[in-house]
């Protein structure tokens, strides 16, 4: 049986580049991608915080890597299993049983399983899946894909449009006591992108706290608050309930004024956060490598951070916690160059 | 598609035998509706439902009044549950939602902190003589109801239909606050979608009003309303329900608190003197019904005889939307016959 | 003494060295998630008495945190004790538990 370098588990963004960095060295790669087509959640994604990039632009360059580099692609299947391979007594390979049943081995494994976004229906004081004017970030970035925004109400007024931060992120009612970290930014470059499709549109956006602590999102904070005129309120909106005019109301407490206030608007968005995606949890799960919340945790988050506790399994990306795209991206470097490292001082 | 909610929030509602522990204010302002869940089980469904004479107050007014401590209130809770075991039974039926959050709570309390169990047992022993089994099953009236509202749909009369038009009736649920907000998986539908009481109405014929504030509180509060000084903040409460569900024209409401349906009812009248405003077109108010009287109107039963001429805001013109039969001769008598002296007629709200 | 026409304005800050915080203290030892706030407000945004007084749990919360006890008795006094306000805490802080044991530790603290 051939047995390869290393097969990858998960073709998002942390995938492919991994894949890329390792083929380019001459391994021997496998890659395992669940969905029919590589790019993981990228694909869902219009624009990037924070200067707007074209999620298909990175997508094509990872794709182009992977084009011009020789390795064997998996798609449309799902992995049942990842084992230490027992027989003859080598430990020191993986097994990998695919969703057709069949075994393949490695060397090493890359997992990139990712994370996934949180189900809104679980905040049931949204009424998401019941008002049809409660949408989700990830729908919201679909319709500005499609350069349209919906708005379900029948007012014909110009319309009134709320971001809602950390729903399923800071919240120990759902069992998440991190912060998704995304959000807050993806929330402003969303506002910003609402603005300029509906200049007359008002946005606000009602948030715990704002963490704008990557390069560049204070910049873009400022110019949404100062150019395109977006209200930021420091409060948790508590629910949200209809109206005749099929439109919702949102309670809050304006926590700076120290006084409740209501708000009634055409569209609401979610701004979902991020858990383990269901491979993630599982293989943390089964490999017992879990950390509270089902993301794999790394061996050292300060100076092994791509290997795990086990021998010759590796993890990058967003299977470890929540990052952003440029992070899975060095990220994925960093997990190919661990790997190239572990294979040559095992030959 | 609209996500169902309630679906996920499904209860353990005991199918037979019951003990049934009455309200403290129940009888006083819906007096035929304890009477009309009795013979509901017991003619009805052919339930076994016992009704204790030695029963008494589980001292949630008190407690929530904060002039009865914790223990104490265990205490007169631990004496209903002896009554229960004395008689044999298992599955626990207070009348009362706060009553039931009450138990719910010291059920809670119990299981998380055992010596607060063995310290009531003591207290009990030593003031009464007397031990208790805890419940195996604590279902509120309307959690039964609702487990066998498509049985009992079978057997009524009527239809939440308006008779000339044939339109689904409107109708606006009101869940007590101590129903689930505290312990949500102890309701049906949770605390944010209850299910219990539209699930009635969707069963029967009616239509569900969704309104801004459909969860805000009645306004009760205990203390509040509790002393006159701050009877206001409870009525604004309650107007502002009514403002909010005014403008979806909502045929009746049903609550399944005891201080909900009468402060729905009663600050009709306050809010119509105060104000000169009443809820419905016609200047009459939105009829307020406990979920027993509504089911008791929809089975056939004597709109008289379930009390509901005792209300503020006068049932007839559901009555007559629905075409339930009523003889307004027989409106004000009493049990053996007698004409009974009528109310005064209120300044503003029509009857 | 001269009456000059004015008098030394009282400073307004809250004192954090002088003030007496063995309220908060004995609080957070009966009701330890009170720590966790974070001041979002959910708490006061779904309260009911908060739509027609000026109770707020996490102003209450504030008072506490800060010595400031002149007031608090009275706000505490407005809340009903639904509940809803746990139930919408992001940091699941058991804000009934806060008021009521807020309450008694109020009551004890002003016989003192």
């Known amino acids: 049986m051939n047995i390869v370098d290393c097969i990858i588990i998960g073709g998002g963004p942390a995938g492919m580049e991994a894949a890329n960095r390792l083929t380019d060295q001459g391994f021997q790669v496998l890659l395992f991608e669940k969905e029919p087509e590589l790019g993981g959640k990228l694909r869902q994604w219009d624009k990037l915080f924070p200067d707007f990039t074209l999620a298909q632009d990175i997508l094509k360059m990872l794709n182009d890597n992977i084009a011009s580099n020789k390795l064997e692609i998996k798609t449309g299947n799902t992995i049942r299993e990842l084992r230490q391979s027992t027989d003859e007594g080598n430990s020191k390979e993986w097994e990998v049983i695919d969703g057709n049943g069949e075994s393949h081995r490695a060397r090493t494994v890359l997992i990139t399983t990712g994370f996934d976004f949180f189900d809104a229906t679980r905040k049931e004081e949204y009424g998401y899946g019941i008002y049809p004017n409660v949408i989700t970030s990830v729908e919201l970035e679909e319709q500005l894909k499609n350069g349209k925004i919906e708005i379900a109400s029948n007012s014909k007024n110009d319309p009134n449009i709320a971001f809602i931060q950390c729903v399923g992120s800071r919240d120990e009612k759902v069992g998440n006591h991190y912060c998704s970290r995304n959000c807050c930014i993806c929330a402003v470059k969303q506002a910003i992108e609402v603005k300029e499709l509906l200049p007359q549109s008002e946005v606000t956006c009602y948030y715990m706290d704002l963490r704008m602590f990557g390069q560049s999102y204070e910049e873009l904070y400022r110019k949404a608050q100062q150019e395109f005129r977006v209200n930021f309120i420091r409060g948790r909106v508590s629910e949200i309930s209809p109206t005749l005019e099929n439109r919702v109301i949102l309670k809050a407490e304006d926590t700076l004024l120290s006084r409740p206030i209501r708000a009634t608007v055409d569209l609401v968005v979610l701004m979902v956060g991020m858990e383990p995606s269901e491979t993630t949890a599982q293989l943390s799960k089964s490999l017992n490598m879990s950390d509270p919340y089902g993301y794999i945790a790394s061996k050292n988050s300060y100076t092994a951070d791509n290997e795990t506790q086990h021998k010759g399994l590796f993890v990058a990306g967003t299977a470890k916690r929540q990052l952003a795209i440029p992070d899975v991206i060095r990220d994925a470097d960093a997990a190919a160059f661990t790997i190239a490292k572990h294979l040559k001082n095992g030959k | 598609m609209q996500k169902h909610y309630w679906n996920e929030y499904q209860k353990e509602i005991a199918a037979d035998r019951y003990f049934y522990a009455r309200s403290c204010i129940r009888q006083t302002f819906f007096p035929g509706s304890e009477t009309a869940f009795l013979k509901i089980l017991q003619d009805e469904l052919g339930k076994d439902i016992y009704d204790s004479a030695d029963q008494h107050t589980c001292s949630g007014i008190g407690y929530h009044g904060d002039v009865v401590p914790f223990l104490t209130t265990s205490t007169v809770i631990a004496r209903l549950f002896s009554l229960m075991t004395e008689a044999g039974y298992k599955n626990y039926v207070p009348s009362c939602i706060t009553s039931f959050g009450l138990i719910v709570e010291v059920l809670d309390t119990w299981k998380h902190f055992p010596e607060t169990l063995e310290q009531t047992r003591e207290s009990l022993l030593k003031a009464t003589g007397r031990t208790f089994e805890i419940p195996e099953n604590v279902a509120h009236p309307s959690d039964i109801i609702y487990k066998f509202r498509n049985e009992l749909k079978s057997k009524m009369k009527y239809q939440l239909i308006e008779k ?80 909010s569900m005014a403008p979806y024209k909502p045929d009746f409401i049903i609550a399944n608190c005891p201080g909900c349906a009468m402060f729905l009812d009663k600050w009709q009248y306050t809010i119509a003197e105060m104000e000169g405003k009443t809820y419905d077109e016609q200047g009459r108010g939105i009829p307020v019904f406990t979920y027993e009287e509504l089911a008791g109107l929809l089975l056939g039963y004597d709109p008289w005889k379930l009390g509901v001429q005792i209300h503020q805001v006068q049932a007839e013109s559901f009555l007559d939307k629905i075409g339930i039969e009523y003889n307004p001769d027989e409106k004000y008598k009493g049990a053996s016959g007698e004409e009974l002296e009528h109310p005064q007629k209120p300044s503003v709200l029509k009857v | 003494m001269i009456n000059f026409g004015y008098t030394l304005n009282k400073s307004g800050a809250i004192n954090l060295v002088e003030a007496d915080l063995s309220l908060y203290n004995d609080l957070m030892k009966k009701v330890p998630s009170f720590a966790r706030c974070i001041g979002c407000g959910g708490c006061a945004a779904t309260c009911a008495a908060r739509q027609h007084t000026d109770f707020s749990v996490l102003k209450c919360n504030m008072l506490i945190r800060r010595g400031e006890y002149d007031t608090l008795s009275k706000e505490l006094n407005k809340c009903m004790l639904c509940g809803k306000c746990s139930l919408v805490c992001p940091r699941n802080v058991n804000t009934r538990a806060m008021i009521i044991q807020a309450r008694l530790l109020v009551n004890s603290f002003s016989k003192r």
């Not at chain 2, 299910?195 to 029967?204: D, F, N, P």
């Open chain 2, 164 to 243: 000339s038009t044939g339109r689904p009736l409107r109708g606006v649920e009101h869940i007590g606050c101590h129903y689930a907000k505290v312990f949500p998986d102890k309701g049906v539908g949770g605390a944010e979608f209850p299910h219990v009481l539209a699930g009635m109405i969707e069963s029967w014929g009616g239509e569900v009003v969704d309104y801004p504030e459909r969860r805000h509180c009645c306004g009760f509060g205990f203390r509040n309303y509790l002393v006159q000084a701050n009877r206001g903040y409870s009525v604004s409460n309650s107007h502002k329900k009514f403002e």
